[in-house]
């Protein structure tokens, strides 16, 4: 199959799924609490807890919550992905770096983050779906990008990608503040 066929459709349709969704990855900013309040009905968010709130970064660089992708549907790539049929949330195996490729997924990066298009009930989070090279894991994640998920937010770099870390608790963005220019997620084309 030609690589132009792939590289800007994702089609849930490998997964037996009864419609067909293109997708296409996309910068985001975090958003401030009074630009979330303000788009807040445009972008169909319940909450605007926090300055600096990605999930809202994230619906507007959609353009809604809804264009991002469900948790079903980052759980079906990650199975499309690593090669894995399982019904378990965490899947563990060799991400397939021509699959992500061909689906305009790929970064090269040991760890990417897609959010997830749901506020989590709690009002100040959200959650994430991580794909790394040695598997893929929801998380939930502080929509402020505080903890050790959200410092992780967009790609991370661990060993010989393109960012080489030597000392994470230095030089990596798991620690301190997240990295912004990397701060990526999908969309609904």
């Known amino acids: 199959m030609k690589k132009s066929i792939f590289a800007f459709v994702f089609c849930m349709c490998f997964v037996g799924s009864a ?3 293109q997708y296409i990855k996309t910068t985001y900013s975090p958003l ?10 445009m972008l169909g968010l319940k909450f605007c807890p926090v300055d600096g709130d990605h999930l809202a970064g994230a619906a507007l660089a959609c ?14 790539l990650a199975q499309y992905v690593y090669h894995k049929r399982t019904s378990d949330t965490t899947i563990y195996g060799d991400r397939d770096e021509y699959i992500m490729d061909e689906f305009g997924l790929w970064e090269n990066d040991s760890h990417i983050y897609f959010w997830i298009g749901e506020e989590a009930k709690d009002g100040v989070g959200g959650y994430v779906r991580m794909f790394a090279l040695k598997g893929s894991i929801p998380y939930y ?3 402020d990008g505080s903890g050790y998920v959200s410092h992780a937010l967009g790609k991370v770099n661990y060993g ?3 960012y ?6 230095h030089d990596s963005n798991l620690y301190g503040y997240p990295n912004e220019d990397v701060l990526v997620t999908v969309c609904y084309k």
């Open 164 to 169: 080489i870390v030597t000392d994470p608790e």
């Open 19 to 21: 419609y067909a969704r």
């Open 63 to 76: 353009g809604h919550i809804s264009n991002l992708p469900t948790k079903d549907e980052l759980q079906q």
């Open 160 to 162: 010989d990608t393109k």
């Open 32 to 41: 401030s609490q009074q630009k979330c309040l303000e788009y807040k009905s």
């Open 141 to 143: 994640a502080p929509r």
